[in-house]
């Protein structure tokens, strides 16, 4: 059977002359550690930034539904990598990497085109006031629970102290 790819899989398997299913590869599974150590430290850096901007960025009463279109987007992406699985079969996995690469390094691009300039704007986006959604009375209600709530959590250990001196 003659293939298109150069793949090292490729040439190097003989599951798909043999079909013979003890086959084993001489390929080791370490050989591909490095592209899920990439993947898992991308994932990593991806998420950090986008619960750094979903807590820091968004109004405070909207920080819950930030992070869901956060989450979301996670689960599209998940659902766009179940798209590919019909073509995680033989002969075609050249084509479900190359599409897959060719695809991030597109979506790469596009985002260092509109984002760059996102580093020179971050320290006036930090000095935003605190937005809020709703009415100016709302607003103040937020920011009254809030400040209560952090009287409340600094002062109680203060407040211990104190009975125990009594």
């Known amino acids: 059977m003659q293939r298109g790819s150069n793949s090292r899989s490729y040439k190097t398997s003989g599951y798909y002359d043999t079909h013979d299913p003890e086959y084993k590869s001489p ?17 990593i850096f991806a998420s950090v930034t986008t619960l750094e901007y979903a807590f820091t960025k968004a109004p405070k009463n909207m920080r819950s539904l930030v992070q869901s279109v956060q989450l979301f987007t996670t689960a599209f992406s998940a659902a766009l990598a179940q798209a590919f699985t019909p073509l995680t079969a033989d002969p075609h996995l050249v ?6 690469a060719i695809i991030s390094f597109a979506t790469g691009v596009l985002f260092w085109i509109f984002y760059r300039n996102m ?14 959604l709703g009415t100016e009375a709302q607003a103040l209600d937020v920011e009254r629970r809030l400040s209560v709530a952090s009287e409340k959590h600094t002062s109680a250990p203060v407040a211990a ?5 009594i």
Not at 27 to 43: D, K
Not at 161 to 165: D, G, L, P
């Open 27 to 43: 390929i080791n599974v370490w050989s591909v550690i490095g592209v899920y150590i990439l993947i898992a430290t991308s994932e």
């Open 95 to 100: 084509w479900n990497y190359g599409s897959v």
């Open 119 to 132: 580093d020179k704007e971050e320290d006036a986006l930090n000095m935003l006031p605190t937005g809020h």
């Open 161 to 165: 102290a104190e009975k125990e001196k």
